[in-house]
């Protein structure tokens, strides 16, 4: 049986003894997940359970666990209210008026209404979201190119006004992408704390009711900035490694108190960035045996031999001149070929000044001993 995201709470199977995961898992959801593991069969305790995973760490895991063991405590209690600061937020910013969701409950509830019908009066709404996430987009590409080009003028209050308006147009966008975002907050925050606080709210009801339909009409576009090309990558050959096999073990008498729910609705938009670094270091853990390398080795690698190809003027010159596909076609391969050997033996050579010269390797210290500093 594969499963994606169902099963995890209510399925319940005694003889299941083993568990494949391959995706990421982190907090109350991996507890639910794993624990579909811990029910009892007749002869289940002599063979043991087996998870194999090809995605988490196994601290990660631990991590999740433990503030479960023996006793779960809140730290704080949830503020109840929070849910009318996130009401107020959705109905101010636009997207629906308050007639159309009175017209949707009533159609929910009504027997002679099909599924179409309801999803109809919607439609307002996602209308009204995806024009001005439209806009909002052409906008924002807009703004970049401005900023971009800007840059090359040299002059800062181009600039700063070129990047002033970049960002406002990125904020707009945003505000949309939160806008959907909250739907989802709103829906769940509601339906956990009405089960144990008497809102006695009609409007609260019938917008949980709403949004529970609206959000998932509402569809982001794809932007393609930092994106990577691996249309002319062909796999070759796959490799599967045994990382490690441990058994984990809860630490007993430990407090952790669990955060309660606050800081519903600050959703704050991800950086490309981010996004873009978690994308390499993921196709870098494919491509490398993992054994006693962190990521941060990776990455850094990696920066390493993209450093040294940038000093290739030809290299550099075919790709600021051609599509990804064709600078791909051209001096790229054999340029990075000699920048992994170049880069080796520029470190085996630093490497063999550090250890043969104790002075050397004082001074180098003191180097990054300064770097650490100044990062920190």
């Known amino acids: 049986m594969i499963v994606a995201n169902k099963f995890q709470t209510g399925f319940d199977q005694p003889k299941l003894c083993a568990m494949y995961v391959d995706k990421k898992l982190g907090g109350v959801e991996c507890v639910q997940t794993l624990s579909r593991l811990n029910r009892t069969y007749p002869g289940k305790a002599e063979s043991g359970t087996f998870v194999l995973d ?9 991590d999740a666990f433990q503030p479960y063991y023996q006793t779960a405590e ?22 629906f008026l308050w007639q159309e969701v009175e017209q949707f409950c009533l159609a929910f509830y009504a027997k002679n209404k099909s599924n179409a019908a309801i999803a109809n009066i919607c439609k307002p709404a996602v ?40 960002n406002d147009c990125k904020k707009e966008k945003d505000a949309l992408e939160i806008f959907k975002k909250d739907l989802g907050s709103f829906v769940r925050f509601y339906e956990f704390m009405s089960q144990i606080v008497d809102y006695n709210n009609k409007d609260l009801e019938k917008l ?25 990558v062909v796999l070759s050959h796959y490799r599967l490694s045994k990382i490690r096999q441990q058994d984990i073990k809860l630490k007993e008498d430990e407090n952790n108190p669990l955060t309660p729910g606050e800081g519903i609705g600050t959703a704050e938009p991800r950086p490309p960035a981010y996004d873009f670094l978690s994308h390499i270091i993921s196709q870098l853990n494919e491509i490398f045996m993992l054994e006693n390398l962190t990521e941060q080795d990776l990455v850094s690698y990696a920066y390493t031999i993209r450093d040294k190809l940038r000093e290739n003027k030809v290299v550099m010159e075919q ?24 880069s080796g033996d520029a470190h085996q050579n630093l490497m063999t000044q550090l250890l043969s010269d104790p002075q050397k390797a004082a001074k180098f210290a003191k180097v990054v001993f300064e770097l650490l500093m100044k990062k920190a």
């Open 319 to 342: 790709i600021a001149n051609n599509t990804p596909e064709q600078a791909m076609l051209g001096d790229f391969p054999k340029a990075i070929d000699d920048a992994v050997m170049e």
């Open 54 to 62: 090809f995605f988490n760490d196994s601290q990660d895991i631990l």
């Open 208 to 232: 949980s009711l709403y949004a529970r339909n609206l959000r998932p009409m509402l569809r982001e576009a794809i932007l393609d900035e930092d994106d990577i090309d691996l249309s002319n």
């Open 74 to 95: 809140l730290a704080d209690v949830s503020d109840p209210d929070l849910v009318f600061d996130l009401f107020d937020k959705l109905r101010s910013a636009g997207i």
């Open 127 to 166: 209308e009204r979201w995806q024009k001005r996430y439209r806009l909002a987009v052409e906008a924002y590409n807009e703004a970049k190119d401005i900023f971009e080009r800007s840059k090359k003028t040299g002059d800062a209050v181009i600039v700063a006004n070129a990047e002033k308006s970049f």
